[in-house]
Nanobody, 121 residues
């Protein structure tokens, strides 16, 4: 069983930057691919980015290409989402997940509780 705790959310101005962190415990962190998802009010949860267990393969949704970067530190059991030049439409609750990296998507087995990100215009 893996427990995931996100942090780093908050209010950020459009064009600024924010880094989300997700600390894992209770399992073998380095065995899992890690992903970030988000859910805006009234919308379904959507995939944002994912990274393989080794960190050498990443997946992302087109809307964040060139702006958001996922990374991980297996020594610290932590995965990050660096958000550069966020836009108001990036406003959502961001969730961390542990699971498997598929050819075109990510299968989540464990979820964090989420952290709110609000981007002001």
């Amino acid at each position: 069983q893996v427990q995931l705790v996100e942090s780093g959310g908050g209010l950020v101005q459009a064009g600024g930057s924010l880094r989300l962190s997700c600390a894992a415990s209770g399992g073998s962190f380095s065995r899992y691919a890690m992903g970030w998802f988000r859910q805006a009010p009234g919308k379904e949860r959507e995939f944002v980015e994912a990274i393989s267990w080794s960190g050498d393969i990443t997946r992302y949704t087109d809307s964040v290409k060139g702006r958001f970067t996922i990374s991980r530190d297996n020594a610290k059991n932590t995965v990050y989402l660096q958000m550069n030049s966020p836009k108001p439409e990036d406003t959502a609750v961001y969730y961390c997940a542990a699971g498997s990296l598929l050819s075109l998507s990510f299968k989540a087995n464990y979820w964090g509780q989420g952290t709110q990100v609000t981007v002001s215009s």
